[in-house]
């Protein structure tokens, strides 16, 4: 790996550090794995940057070491995060949500939505509480009978998406394989889009869905930002 000067610490979570850094005077975004019990490896991240590379999606890599977990992408511009959700923005958005779901994406490495909630699940196991075991009864009726799935990204909120020309994701951490609506609901719930914001959305993305599915899974999308927080905590405690 080059040489590199780290300049500002941006999130650090029992998971991984990220820190805005300089490599080669060149201004970047420096990530450090720490843990990858519940979430992608950095050898997944850097396969998944690779990947969608191609289609634009999210920022280049600009260096790597596997053996010490680091990785060092495109510092990019434009966060989404005090935007207007106008009509052009959710345009774009659904446009480039339906692009992301629509690769073929089936690297080994990647797993589904449902290992990563039953890994949280058996983490949880001694946890008894009425909320917990209502967040996993929820989970298991939405996902019975589970629809085609598709790769994700899982966490698609105003932080991890960035808009100049285009818009790219970054933060690949939880993606995976998982159910269109799960993501859908999940935007919604993240930018708490109205019934309008959300028509204008779906019609960008190109597909239907059931306005009380999406509610439904809004609320599994509650409960499982909650059975996360629980696995955070308890996981920091373990440190």
């Known amino acids: 790996?080059?040489?590199?000067?780290?300049?500002?610490?941006?999130?650090?979570?029992?998971?991984?550090?990220?820190?805005?850094?300089?490599?080669?005077?060149?201004?970047?975004?420096?990530?450090?794995?720490?843990?990858?019990?519940?979430t992608n490896s950095i050898k997944t991240e850097l396969k998944i940057h690779e990947f969608l590379s191609n289609y634009d999606l999210c920022p280049d890599i600009l260096d790597y070491d596997l053996l010490n977990n680091r990785i060092v992408y495109e510092c990019l511009k434009?966060?989404?995060?005090?935007?207007?959700?106008?009509?052009?923005?959710?345009?774009?958005?659904?446009?480039?949500?339906?692009?992301?779901?629509?690769?073929?994406?089936?690297?080994?490495?990647?797993?589904?939505?449902?290992?990563?909630?039953?890994?949280?699940?058996?983490?949880l196991s001694t946890d008894p509480t009425a909320e917990i075991q209502e967040s996993f009864a929820l989970f298991d009726k939405l996902y019975k009978k589970s629809n085609e799935l598709?790769?994700?990204?899982?966490?698609?909120?105003?932080?991890?998406?960035?808009?100049?020309?285009?818009m790219k994701f970054i933060d690949w951490e939880y993606a995976g394989l998982n159910m269109s609506i799960y993501e859908i609901a999940s935007i919604k719930k993240s930018f708490n889009f109205s019934s309008d914001q959300l028509s204008i959305f779906l019609k960008a993305y190109g597909q239907d869905f059931n306005p009380n599915e999406i509610e439904e899974f809004e609320v599994l999308v509650g409960f499982v930002e909650k059975i996360w927080q629980k696995v955070t905590n308890k996981l920091k405690s373990n440190q």
């Open 150 to 166: 598709v790769f994700c990204h899982n966490d698609l909120n105003t932080s991890n998406i960035f808009l100049n020309k285009q």
């Open 78 to 123: 434009y966060s989404v995060e005090n935007s207007e959700y106008n009509q052009v923005f959710l345009e774009i958005f659904g446009k480039t949500l339906s692009k992301l779901h629509s690769l073929n994406y089936r690297n080994q490495d990647v797993g589904t939505f449902e290992e990563k909630v039953e890994g949280y699940r058996n983490l």
């Open 1 to 38: 790996m080059n040489k590199i000067k780290i300049t500002e610490t941006i999130s650090d979570t029992p998971y991984s550090q990220v820190s805005y850094c300089y490599l080669n005077d060149v201004k970047a975004v420096l990530k450090t794995k720490k843990e990858a019990i519940i």
